[in-house]
């Protein structure tokens, strides 16, 4: 665990759980700062922490890595709160202009993301002021091959989004859906490899500054993986459906099989290696999240322990 004073003061840290990404508040006096929003349903929480955070600043502007909901879904209270600007990588600008949930992944994968708009984008090589300092665009695919990472070279600081945690990385989403994905998380972690940042700040866990051990933790990870597509399926089943059920707090098992079979993401992982019924894979499913111990089961209803 590193502590806050390990970072400038002017950076605050907001860790989250696994169900809303790491909120990070920039104190500039010209223009506060947060990076990434949380999901949807803590939204009220994450308007919270960051008013308190900000200390009687007004939020200026709004950053988010990727798109995905629990990195975005805390941006349309924000707006409603201030009058911020928000910036996001520019793969999927029009989709949310147009709000379109099925690019948006909100729509398959079952999740909830309330509308928000997007005023400005921020493409790889772009710098960004941020506290006074500089910080780097970079691009970081593999997890999401939109997302962006965030580089201060001063500071030797590398704010890494879902592309490195202390323990792994984000499922790699672009191969469930039939695009590349582990070549490219490889490339991503070869970069920071290059980097060598003193300090990184997840998308999800304390910021950490044992940087080769997570990256060497992560080459390994990702080569296991890239040998046998079906693990990064199995993985993504049981991310989603942990995020589903951290959300919902409780599912029976019939909500599982209707999860399985209108979420499109879902559906095509079970399709391609577990060719069953929604409703016995279901049952399956609830078996695992019990045995992870992430759920307490009583009769046919799964409840969260995290």
């Not at 398959?108 to 309330?114: A, M």
Request: hydrophobic share 45%; charged share 20%.
């Amino acid at each position: 665990m590193v502590h806050l004073m390990t970072l400038p003061a002017h950076i605050h840290v907001l860790e989250r759980g696994w169900l809303s990404s790491n909120n990070i508040v920039f104190l500039d006096p010209d223009c506060p700062t947060v990076v990434d929003t949380g999901y949807g349903t803590h939204a009220d929480q994450t308007l919270a922490l960051v008013r308190q955070a900000l200390q009687g600043r007004p939020l200026k502007r709004i950053l988010n890595t990727h798109l995905h909901s629990d990195h975005a879904g805390g941006n349309a209270l924000l707006q409603q709160h201030y009058e911020c600007l928000t910036v996001i990588p520019p793969g999927l600008a029009d989709a949310v202009t147009e709000w379109d949930p099925d690019r948006l992944s909100y729509a398959p994968t079952g999740q909830h993301c309330p509308q928000f708009r997007h005023d400005a984008v921020m493409t790889p090589g772009d710098t960004i002021e941020l506290g006074g300092d500089d910080w780097q665009v970079l691009g970081a695919p593999g997890h999401d091959n939109d997302m962006v990472m965030l580089w201060c070279e001063r500071h030797g600081i590398l704010i890494s989004a879902d592309a490195l945690w202390q323990n792994g990385f984000g499922v790699i989403f672009p191969e469930i859906v039939g695009e590349s994905g582990f070549a490219e998380q490889q490339a991503t972690l070869d970069l920071i490899g290059q980097l060598d940042p003193r300090l990184v700040i997840p998308g999800h866990g304390a910021p950490f500054t044992n940087v080769k051990a997570a990256l060497d933790a992560a080459q390994s990870r990702i080569k296991w993986l890239a040998a046998d597509p079906k693990r990064n399926a199995d993985n993504a089943l049981k991310a989603l459906l942990a995020f589903k059920l951290l959300a919902a707090r409780q599912m029976s098992v019939n909500d599982i099989a209707e999860l399985f079979r209108h979420s499109a993401i879902t559906h095509k992982v079970i399709a391609a290696y577990y060719p069953v019924a929604p409703e016995l894979m279901a049952q399956v499913a609830a078996e695992q999240m019990v045995k992870l111990g992430l759920a307490r089961r009583e009769g046919d209803m799964l409840s969260a322990l995290a």
